[in-house]
T-cell receptor
Framework: DARVTQTPRDKVTEMGQEVTMRCQPILGHNTVFWYRQTMMQGLELLAYFRNRAPLDDSGMPKDRFSAEMPDATLATLKIQPSEPRDSAVYFC???FGQGQETQYFGPGTRLLVL | AQKVTQAQTEISVVEKEDVTLDCVYETRDTTYYLFWYKQPPSGELVFLIRRNSFDEQNEISGRYSWNFQKSTSSFNFTITASQVVDSAVYFCALSDLGGATNKLIFGTGTLLAVQP
């Protein structure tokens, strides 16, 4: 049963610290998405990769967030420096296709910035 | 602009009741996809169904069924004979064809509580 995996599942950190979240997409999938879920904003797209190339990161605060795919089996989302308003659940999703493919979500990383 | 509306914030039913979750969408595109996801208390998002705009046939999967009506821009989800395990937040989503992004536009979700 192929699944998207994310680490860590939970992260508590202090304001100003760097946070790195990792995602392993389903083997063979060529698209990776990062979403953030908060009570106020709901689910919002932060970044989108296809074949490891970033296609859209317009939803991401550029000054402190960065997303990369070092290889096809790993996607990372970094926040530096972290702020309390970054507290949220961060989901990674993967899919296969050129557009409108189904996105399969990981379990999420619950981030709390104190 | 694309938009998904789930007007029902919370629904509470007793086990074995049927329940319908409403989803209304707005889009200028003629080709689009609609999705339903389930988010149980454990937090993960579970894919339930994907439907393209050219296929208006209703779909049934076990106790789950979906009614897609382009004329009313609705994609409603019905659970028959609900069970406690169905308790979750359910999200309807629309794929955005604008630009190069395969962005899912989510509704605000409907919290379904099934009481024993």
């Amino acid at each position: 049963d192929a699944r998207v995996t994310q680490t860590p599942r939970d992260k508590v950190t202090e304001m100003g610290q760097e946070v790195t979240m990792r995602c392993q997409p389903i083997l063979g999938h060529n698209t990776v998405f990062w979403y953030r879920q908060t009570m106020m904003q709901g689910l919002e797209l932060l970044a989108y990769f296809r074949n490891r190339a970033p296609l859209d990161d317009s939803g991401m605060p550029k000054d402190r967030f960065s997303a990369e795919m070092p290889d096809a089996t790993l996607a990372t989302l970094k926040i530096q420096p972290s702020e309390p308003r970054d507290s949220a659940v961060y989901f990674c999703a993967s899919g296969f296709g050129q557009g409108q493919e189904t996105q399969y979500f990981g379990p999420g990383t619950r981030l709390l910035v104190l | 602009a694309q938009k998904v509306t789930q007007a029902q914030t919370e629904i509470s039913v007793v086990e074995k009741e049927d329940v319908t979750l409403d989803c209304v969408y707005e889009t200028r595109d003629t080709t689009y996809y609609l999705f339903w996801y389930k988010q149980p208390p454990s937090g993960e998002l579970v894919f339930l169904i994907r439907r393209n705009s050219f296929d208006e046939q209703n779909e049934i999967s076990g106790r789950y069924s979906w009614n897609f009506q382009k004329s009313t821009s609705s994609f409603n989800f019905t659970i028959t004979a609900s069970q406690v395990v169905d308790s979750a937040v359910y999200f309807c989503a629309l794929s955005d064809l604008g630009g190069a992004t395969n962005k899912l536009i989510f509704g605000t979700g409907t919290l379904l509580a099934v009481q024993p």
